[in-house]
C-alpha cells in the first residue's frame, strides 16, 4: 500500500490559482490509479479528477473541467492538480488517493467508484476568498 501526502493547499483570492502535490511512498505511482477528490464542510466528498493507472484516461469533475489539470511525474513520484481561476465554492479539503489499477478501468469509473481507492492522503485545505 502506497502513503500518500497532500501539500499546496492556501487560502487565495477568487480568480487565483494554485498547484495541489500528493506525494507518494512506499511504491511508485507508475501502474496506479489516482484520485483527487474534495469535501467542504457539511457536504459529502466529492471527485475531482481522476487518472487511470493502466489505460491513457482522465476524467474532470463538470465543476472544475477547464479550470484543473491533473499530472503524474513519476519520476518523483508525485500527482499535481493544477487548479486557475478558483472559485469560493472550490473552497474544501483536497485529497489524493490511490490503487493499484489491476481493473484496467477508466478513470471516469474510478471517480464514480471512490471506495476502491485503498489509499488516501490526509487532506489539504484550500479556501477561496476575498
Known amino acids: 500500500q502506497v502513503q500518500l501526502v497532500e501539500s499546496g493547499g492556501d487560502l487565495v483570492q477568487p480568480g487565483g490559482s494554485l498547484r495541489l502535490s500528493c506525494a507518494a511512498s512506499?511504491?511508485?505511482?507508475?501502474?496506479?490509479?489516482i484520485g483527487w477528490f474534495r469535501q467542504a464542510p457539511g457536504k459529502e466528498r466529492e471527485a475531482v479528477s481522476c487518472?487511470?493507472?493502466?489505460?491513457?484516461?482522465?476524467y474532470y469533475a463538470d465543476s472544475m473541467k477547464g479550470r484543473i489539470t491533473v499530472s503524474r511525474d513519476n519520476t518523483n513520484n508525485t500527482v499535481y492538480l493544477q487548479m486557475v481561476n478558483l472559485k469560493p465554492e472550490d473552497t474544501a479539503v483536497y485529497f489524493c488517493?490511490?490503487?493499484?489499477?489491476?481493473?484496467?478501468?477508466?478513470?471516469?469509473?474510478?471517480?464514480?467508484?471512490?471506495?476502491?481507492?485503498?489509499?488516501w492522503g490526509q487532506g489539504t485545505q484550500v479556501t477561496v476568498s476575498s
Open positions: 488517493a490511490a490503487i493499484r489499477d489491476w481493473r484496467r478501468a477508466t478513470a471516469y469509473w474510478y471517480c464514480v467508484n471512490r471506495s476502491v481507492f485503498d489509499s
Open positions: 512506499g511504491s511508485a505511482l507508475r501502474g496506479y490509479a
Open positions: 487518472m487511470a493507472g493502466s489505460v491513457r484516461s482522465s
